[in-house]
Nanobody
Framework: QVQLVESGGGLVQVGDSLRLSCTAS????????MGWFRQAPGKEREFVAG????????YYTGSVKGRFTISRDNAKNMVLLQMNSLKPEDTAVYYC?????????????????WGQGTQVTVSS
């Protein structure tokens, strides 16, 4: 069992930056692929970024490429999402997710554990 706790969300202006953190419980964190998803009001949950257990494989959805960076620190059981040049369309609840199986995928169903979410609001 893995428990995930996100932090770092908030209200920012267009063009600002935020860094989301997700801390995981358990001793086998490095064996899990990790992903960030988001869900805006009235929309389905969508994949944002993913990273392999070793951190060597990264994947981003097109709308965040060049603006968001996912990283992980396996010694601290932590995954980060650095978000730069934020836009109003980035407004959503952001969820951290862990998946037992490789490789990094974009499908929510491939992730086994989820955090409670953290709200990101980008105001224009």
């Amino acid at each position: 069992q893995v428990q995930l706790v996100e932090s770092g969300g908030g209200l920012v202006q267009v063009g600002d930056s935020l860094r989301l953190s997700c801390t995981a419980s358990g001793r086998t964190f490095s064996s899990y692929k990790m992903g960030w998803f988001r869900q805006a009001p009235g929309k389905e949950r969508e994949f944002v970024a993913g990273i392999s257990g070793s951190g060597g494989i990264l994947y981003y959805t097109g709308s965040v490429k060049g603006r968001f960076t996912i990283s992980r620190d396996n010694a601290k059981n932590m995954v980060l999402l650095q978000m730069n040049s934020l836009k109003p369309e980035d407004t959503a609840v952001y969820y951290c997710a862990a998946g037992k199986s490789a490789p990094v995928t974009t499908r929510a169903g491939d992730y086994d554990y989820w955090g409670q979410g953290t709200q990101v609001t980008v105001s224009s």
